[in-house]
């Protein structure tokens, strides 16, 4: 039962994650932020259990491995938007562009931090 409400959850993130990027009412972007966040909050409280009752974490695990995967594709989209910055010409776009930029940045800096603390514990 927590695996199928797992799995509805999961279905809703997607479902508001599409509806975000359609949505021009700055009110209902927002309700769809709270509906994104409780989400991912929720998720998180199902695996919890889930992994309380079937003991080990049947969930994807956090491996140093995986971290890198995540670190690539990070770098990925960081080097395809910095492509599109530089062939927009609109300042407001360009603008929006160079914020994701530097969110991926920061994310690449957080999964690398990531990744030495996994190295560190498992040594
Ligand atoms: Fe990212």
Not at 13 to 39: E, P, W
Not at 40 to 46: A, F, P, R, S
Not at 59 to 69: E, N, P, Q, R
């Amino acid at each position: 039962m927590l695996k199928a409400q797992y799995d509805a959850e999961r279905e809703e993130l997607m479902l508001y994650i599409d509806l975000l990027g359609s949505i021009q009412n700055s009110i209902v972007r927002s309700y769809i932020r709270t509906l994104l966040g409780d989400g991912l909050k929720h998720i998180e409280y199902i695996s919890k259990m889930m992994s309380d009752i079937e003991g080990a974490s049947r969930s994807a695990s956090l491996t140093s491995d995986g971290i890198k995967k995540s670190i690539f594709h990070e770098r990925e989209s960081r080097e395809i938007l910095q492509e599109c910055f530089e062939i927009a010409d609109e300042p407001e776009i360009k603008s929006i562009l160079t914020s994701i930029i530097v969110d991926e940045d920061h994310h690449i800096k957080i999964l690398e931090h990531m990744d030495q603390l996994i190295q560190s514990y498992s040594k």
